[in-house]
């Protein structure tokens, strides 16, 4: 009998080792770059803006930021999250009246000029507060940026600005355009939009339009013998189905951005010689919202709020319409947020009956064919699964007594229908969390915004008390302290509900295995890319 | 009928609409409450679970229920537009045939105009212009579909109106307008009718193409939305675009060989008389 055993073991031990012997090759050979070679990627939106500075958007960073780089980048380890870039270091003064960055050297512009920190004075005061979409909230008391030499730039606010804000806000916000460029005529008419010029590992080569973008390779770059690849295509690709054809076409070696649909993932999965990478989109998540149009009487009211939210099958949306490719929320900030993240929030489980009573309890008894009352929903036609998850919710409103009809918009007529026209009862909607709440989250629960602002709070929703939280989070400069007021912000949220998380969800790539050094980084899509390499 | 009968396209054709009839009618019946109800695990394939033989959608819904109401949305939607469309165009038709002069003119020239705008194109614009919805789609169709008839009701109108009865009818002091409408309109309309068939086809088609777009109405089920929504799912479940393209097929071509075989029954009475 121990004979017997000790056979076993040795047997499996074996076994243990053949494995190991055979996994080593692979390893060994993803670990050495090589130089040289074209990556060809597919693109599903063309934009004609490419100047990351003015127009702040996922959809213009895949292309735009190998281009022009930020002041620091989102990083799993650095400190704080983030990794130096055009600047090396920054700190913020005490009184939270000033920032100091210091710029690298040597660093030249792709037509050979120097960057200098007029560059950055002139792309912060002229451009990202003025003129940019994330800009103008975060920089919106930047009065002044001092240049006292040509690598140093201290920006000065006419009030105090929390340190952690404009740190967070440095990878979206802070991409770096040529004052010498841009200084003369108009700034939304210059010619370097669709043709940018920056400080980044590839130049702007060409655009086709209909066909692809051409980037080439910075001889001149700052980073040590990078880029690694001598050119980025873009292939517009903008049929989704197109994606995954060309992938195993071996036409395109990368599709970033969900670009091949989720349904058809498991069956490219096990296409040998391609890869299905879920890393490297965590500082792009984005919230499936349903967001809430509070002139509604019966949903100004928390229990028909609340009761919503119970009928909500959380598991279901994300095993169903994201086939696991995402997390249920619990909260306006997503759990995939280390810095604010609070699981210290009401919990709304699934419940019909729960649901059901606390309608009753609101006074809207079912008539005689069993309805309530009925509601307009909006579901946001930007993603497959905005779509999905308003057929998905038109049901589970029909199943506690709500009668709800679907309106179907196309983009731009559903952004004025419920930013501007406020003709909604519930919208669902996908706003992105972007690594801190003030940058484009609190928005969706304060009240006094204008009228017209895209993802912002247009429900008509008026709370004194988190109106109170996000005023005084934005003055707030302890980090810890500001954090939770955040904490606290999202309590009172789930609490009262101006808007419903259901689900955040992020992207997936799906790349050929020549491709190495994809997703090392939080941002990896939107990021430079200049130490991805190809595989000869 | 009888000769109608003997025409085995007529019988082929009849035979599909006569089942689609069934079905759209005995949709509510087989398949009470909501078709877009969730009923069971998402992406199921067909002929796995008898109590849903086709299977279910990706959200879990009965595709045989949505198949059976679709059946019901895509007649109507046929039915209506073709009903409308011919009624527009054999008014119009008549109007211009019988008043003839500047009016004829006018009213041709405008039958010109939206003729030469393809019609799924003059669809789409007007649908993504008004938003859709049930009314709204059936209208568009319409709006494309009236110009053949309106031309085939003026040239019947024209030959009509020097006969002797509408001679007698002016000699009567029957006002000119209740003559085109209740002496010349009638007369003029077998020929009118006999476009319905091609009318309703092509309707059934640019309902499935408006939806297919995203451009029908998102609370009931069309064909069309069905072969969209499976067509995200095309390479692991493609039953569900199947489905309803066979359906669609089916139904288009019950219209026309129907259409056909009532065309070529009354042929056949025409030259025995």
Redesign the interface.
Known sequence: MSDFSLNRRSVLSGAVLLLASTALPTIGWAQEPQKGGRLTVAADSEPRNLNPAIVASNGVFFISSKIVEPLAEADYEGKDGLSPRLAVSWEGSEDGKSVTFKLREGVTWHDGKPFTSADVAFSALQIWKPLQNLGRVVFKDLEAVETPDEHTAVFKFAKPTPFQLIRNALPALTSVVPKHIYENGKIEENQANTAPIGTGPFKFAEHKAGQYYRLEKNTAYWGKSKPNLDEIVYQVLPD??AA?NALEAEEIQLAAFSAV?L??L??ISKVPGLKVVTKGYEGLTYQLVVEINHRRKELADVKVRQAIAHAINKEFVVK??FLGYAETASGPVPKNDKQFYSADVPNYAFDIAKANALLDEAGYKPGADGKRFKLKLLPA?YF?ETK?F???L??AL?AIGIDA??????SA?HIKAVYTDHAFDLAVGPPVFRGDPAISTTILAQSGIPDGVPFSNQGGYKNADIDAIIAKAAETLDASARTDLYKEFQKKVVEDLPFINVADWTFISVASDKVGNIADNPRWAVSNWSDTWLAK | MRRLASIPEALVGLGILAILAAMALAASALFPGDPFAIKGAPLLSPFQDWSLPLGTDRLGRDVMAELFHGARTSLAVGLAAAAAAIAVGAVIGTLAGFAGGIVDEALMRLTDAFQTVPSFLLALAFVSVVGPSLTVVVIAIALSAWTGPARVARAEVLSIRERDFVAGARVIGMHPLEIALREVLPNALAPVLALSSVIVASAILIEAALSFLGLGDPNRVTWGSMIAEGRTVLRSAPFLSIVPGIALVLTVLGVYLAGEGVVEGTAVRKSLS
């Open positions: 989704r189905s995954a649909p349904a058809d498991d069956r169903t319409i036609p497959n999905q308003g057929d998905y038109r049901q029909a009809e679907l309106v179907n918009n196309d007529a």
